[in-house]
């Protein structure tokens, strides 16, 4: 497996990843071609629906097998297929935790049907009594601990529901937004599932990794990562957007690098802007703790330098 060990891969998943005899990946996250008709570079998102299927069926039973026992499976899909995901799923024996809703927060307008807004992402694990799930990484605090100070409030917050309106579309005027790729995944909707369903140098495997996003964020968070691609312009750039990950690492800050992304995705997580949290004794508060119980490493965080490390992360 070495030769694979953060790399991204050009090649078409099902043959490149049906060379792997031995399940390795702690986590998989695919976002496959919808069949919707958008506009690759590679490949034709419009194809029959039968043959679109069986092709679904192959790659899912590909990523499948190189699950490990204790594996996670997550898959974005689109309405048109969902249902058929979910049976093929029941068929190759995973288990769904979740049927999670991405509400994405704004679609294409429509003039003769509402909105689309949504992605479905289905949760599955190989082993239904035996799987990763950090709840303790991904909790936020509760509207008890937010606004109504309430006494019986968990002080460890509260799981999110499976319904995510936290992470907006990466739209063209965004800073995240590469560019080069038409679909591309906020950094922070992928940190959730890895933070969730992986720990420190787990395997995460993305099959159809288009801008890089799984990969970008495993690394963010110090995971290890196989990405496959089937457009070579779409791997050589997913490249350099790791390779500019590592010029920003931040040298001048207390915290790590893996801190200091878990200090973003928990600004976001909160749905707050930075400058009210600094500003709120009781909301920084907590921050601060909510920060501590996700990084779960017995450090101890100052408020001062939450503060500031906060301070270094606003726009
Ligand atoms: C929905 S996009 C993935 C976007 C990705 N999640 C991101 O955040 O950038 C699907 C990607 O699958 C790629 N693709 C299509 N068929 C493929 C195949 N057989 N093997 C590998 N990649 C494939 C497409 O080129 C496209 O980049």
Same mark, same amino acid.
């Given at each position: 497996?070495?030769?694979?060990?953060?790399?991204?891969?050009?090649?078409?998943?099902?043959?490149?990843?049906?060379?792997?005899?031995?399940?390795?990946? +702690?986590?998989?996250?695919?976002?496959?071609?919808?069949?919707?008709?958008?506009?690759?570079?590679?490949?034709?998102?419009?194809?029959?629906?039968?043959?679109?299927?069986?092709?679904?069926?192959?790659? $899912?039973?590909?990523?499948?097998?190189?699950?490990?026992? !204790?594996?996670?499976?997550?898959?974005?899909?689109?309405? +048109?297929?969902?249902?058929?995901?979910?049976?093929?799923?029941?068929?190759?024996?995973?288990?769904?935790?979740?049927?999670?809703?991405?509400?994405?927060?704004?679609?294409?307008? $429509?003039?003769?049907?509402?909105?689309?807004?949504?992605?479905?992402?289905?949760?599955?694990?190989?082993?239904?009594?035996?799987?990763?799930?950090?709840?303790?990484?991904?909790?936020?605090?509760? +509207?008890?601990?937010?606004?109504?100070?309430?006494?019986?409030?968990?002080?460890?917050?509260?799981?999110?529901?499976?319904?995510?309106?936290?992470?907006?579309?990466?739209?063209?005027?965004?800073?995240?937004?590469?560019?080069?790729?038409?679909?591309?995944?906020?950094?922070?909707?992928?940190?959730?599932?890895?933070?969730?369903?992986?720990?420190?140098?787990?395997?995460?495997?993305?099959?159809?990794?288009?801008?890089?996003?799984?990969?970008?964020?495993?690394?963010?968070?110090? !995971?290890?990562?196989?990405?496959?691609?089937?457009?070579?312009?779409?791997?050589?750039?997913?490249?350099?957007?790791?390779?500019?990950?590592?010029?920003?690492?931040?040298?001048?800050?207390?915290?790590?690098?893996?801190?200091?992304?878990?200090?973003?995705?928990?600004?976001? +997580?909160?749905?707050?802007?930075?400058?009210?949290?600094?500003?709120?004794?009781?909301?920084?508060?907590?921050?601060?703790?909510?920060?501590?119980?996700?990084?779960?490493?017995?450090?101890?965080?100052?408020?001062?330098?939450?503060? $500031?490390?906060?301070?270094?992360?606003?726009?």
């Amino acid at each position: 497996m070495q030769k694979f060990l953060n790399k991204i891969i050009c090649g078409d998943c099902i043959e490149v990843l049906g060379k792997i005899r031995k399940p390795f990946a +702690d986590l998989i996250f695919a976002d496959p071609p919808f069949n919707i008709g958008y506009k690759y570079d590679k490949y034709n998102d419009r194809i029959k629906k039968k043959n679109y299927i069986a092709w679904t069926k192959d790659w $899912m039973t590909v990523c499948k097998n190189l699950l490990k026992p !204790r594996g996670s499976f997550y898959i974005a899909i689109g309405d +048109d297929y969902a249902a058929n995901v979910k049976i093929i799923a029941d068929e190759l024996g995973l288990f769904m935790r979740n049927w999670i809703i991405w509400h994405y927060t704004f679609g294409q307008q $429509m003039k003769r049907k509402f909105s689309r807004s949504h992605t479905h992402i289905f949760y599955f694990v190989n082993d239904k009594d035996n799987f990763t799930f950090n709840d303790h990484a991904v909790r936020v605090p509760s +509207d008890r601990q937010l606004i109504y100070n309430d006494s019986r409030a968990n002080p460890a917050g509260k799981m999110p529901d499976d319904v995510w309106h936290e992470y907006s579309r990466v739209c063209g005027t965004f800073k995240e937004r590469t560019g080069w790729h038409p679909c591309q995944m906020p950094e922070s909707l992928l940190k959730r599932i890895i933070a969730a369903s992986s720990n420190s140098e787990d395997w995460v495997l993305d099959p159809f990794s288009g801008s890089g996003t799984t990969p970008v964020t495993a690394a963010q968070l110090g !995971r290890n990562y196989l990405g496959v691609e089937i457009s070579n312009e779409y791997v050589e750039n997913a490249k350099k957007r790791l390779a500019q990950l590592k010029k920003h690492k931040q040298a001048d800050s207390f915290l790590n690098s893996t801190e200091l992304n878990e200090l973003k995705r928990l600004v976001v +997580d909160i749905k707050k802007p930075v400058k009210q949290i600094t500003a709120d004794k009781n909301l920084l508060e907590l921050f601060a703790n909510q920060f501590a119980l996700r990084m779960n490493n017995h450090k101890r965080y100052s408020k001062k330098e939450i503060v $500031m490390a906060l301070e270094g992360i606003a726009d």
